[in-house]
């Protein structure tokens, strides 16, 4: 036995769950196989309440990814789980699959021939493997799930769209629709009506608790929500605050995104003096509020937001598209704005006009793809001549790591599988599988 392993066992109990409580969750992890008494303690409501209670004021790990599956944006290092890289870097998706969603930690990947899908935790390399439907491939609309209060995720639905057939009013739809849960472990059939027709699924929707929120693209300024968690067969519609059929450069410049277990939508108007940001929060009752109005002339260009800071609603992310192009941070609360350049990384007071070096700020925890970030907003630029709205959705999924570390939910039938590379895995389960069939 080490000396570390030696003081462990004789702290008394009180003093070494408030040690333990305050380390991150990556040591927290290794510390399980200590012993089977050190394991029932660091599992115990009793001390995730306690870490929860003292890592609250702490941003998880999170990143951005594009609707393909790659990595722009990463923040790790972070308090919580102490992660050496970002959380996008722990996503490998496997050769002949693509990222289609992601919720609380939780990721969905499915295979280009749709025959398999996963769905996992890449951090902790635990994945659950979900069964095919048995009347064929559907359309993937989402994955949602179901957190307690302290954020730990209970359970998950992958939701799924059969089809959808216009009801004789000629002013609604009929939606046929899958869902599988980790509860049950099986596929249920759910009919949703829906005042309008839901086209191209899983890139265009937001989810927060249970609900997925749909960007209508041909719908201006509208947003569908449903609560896959609850009874209701109907479809609520949200419009969009301050929306207008056109703007000044062709597009609806605005983001719909999360932040402290809120959706958040953010706009930006280029006008004379500057570019105009606004920042809403949707309330309970399906209202907007404006947060916060930013109008100076300093922030001067064009901007398109990308989305905002998880775990702090003072922040948001911009992408500036004039030349040179570059990605902008900025702080509402205290107007600061830092651009993420391609060839370096500054900051930008509004009140002081002043450049300082943020490098310091994210102590060498920040990762952006340039190259990928780019070409995502080209594909963006291009979309925008032909869909004059499409600049209201951006299509980026938020992956975010929960503020604890359960295992992914599953129901007992169903085998967790434990493997640090999903892609081998699956390799080997196809070649597994071509044996057999030989």
């Known amino acids: 036995m080490d000396s570390a392993t030696s003081t462990i066992h004789h702290l008394p109990d009180a003093i070494l769950t408030e040690i333990l409580a305050r380390l991150p969750l990556r040591s927290i992890s290794r510390l399980k196989s200590v012993s089977k008494t050190l394991k029932a303690t660091l ?85 659950v493997k979900i069964p095919q439907l048995p009347c064929g491939y559907c359309g993937v609309l989402g994955l949602v799930t179901r957190v ?173 598209q004039d030349s040179p192009r570059h990605l902008v941070s900025c702080n509402f609360f205290d107007k600061l704005v830092s651009c993420h350049f391609f060839d370096k990384l500054v900051s930008c007071n509004l009140r002081t006009e002043t450049l300082i070096d943020p490098a310091r700020e994210y102590h060498g925890n920040f990762y952006m793809n340039l190259s990928g970030f780019e070409e995502y907003m080209d594909e963006i630029g291009s979309s925008r001549a032909s869909d004059w709205n499409y600049g209201a959705l951006n299509g980026l999924f938020q992956s975010v790591l929960p503020r604890w570390m359960e295992p992914v939910p599953r129901p007992p039938q169903v085998e967790m599988i434990y493997t640090t590379s999903l892609p081998s895995y699956v390799a080997c389960c196809l070649t597994e599988q071509e044996e057999k069939e030989e």
């Open 43 to 127: 599992e115990s409501v009793y001390f995730r309440r306690l870490f929860v209670s003292l890592h609250k004021d702490s941003s998880s790990s999170w990143s951005l990814c594009s609707h393909r599956g790659k990595k722009l944006i990463g923040f790790h290092g972070c308090k919580t789980w102490d992660l050496p890289k970002s959380l996008g870097s722990f996503i490998s998706v496997p050769l002949g699959f693509k990222f289609k969603a992601s919720s609380n930690g939780l990721v969905l990947i499915e295979r280009y021939d749709h025959d398999c899908s996963y769905v996992g935790n890449p951090v902790l390399q635990q994945w």
């Open 148 to 320: 307690d209060e302290d954020g730990v995720v209970l359970g998950f639905k992958v939701v799924r769209i059969a089809s959808s057939v216009m009801r004789n009013d000629h002013a609604s739809y009929t939606l046929n629709m899958f869902v599988y849960s980790s509860e049950t472990g099986i596929w249920t059939s759910k009919i949703l009506q829906c005042p309008h027709l839901i086209t191209g699924y899983g890139a265009r929707a937001t989810n927060l608790n249970g609900t997925i929120y749909f960007v209508i693209l041909h719908v201006p300024g509208v947003v569908l929500a449903h609560d896959f968690y609850s009874d209701s067969d109907q479809f609520m519609v949200v419009h969009l605050p301050e929306h207008s059929n056109h703007s000044n450069n062709g597009g609806v410049d605005g983001a719909l995104t999360t932040s402290r277990g809120f959706v958040m939508y953010v706009k930006s108007l280029v006008q004379k003096r500057g570019t105009v940001l606004k920042l809403w929060r949707l309330n309970n009752d399906e209202s907007w509020q404006l947060l916060c109005e930013i109008n100076g002339p300093s922030i001067s260009g064009s901007f398109v937001p990308i989305a905002m800071h998880p775990f702090d609603s003072d922040i948001v992310y911009l992408w500036h």
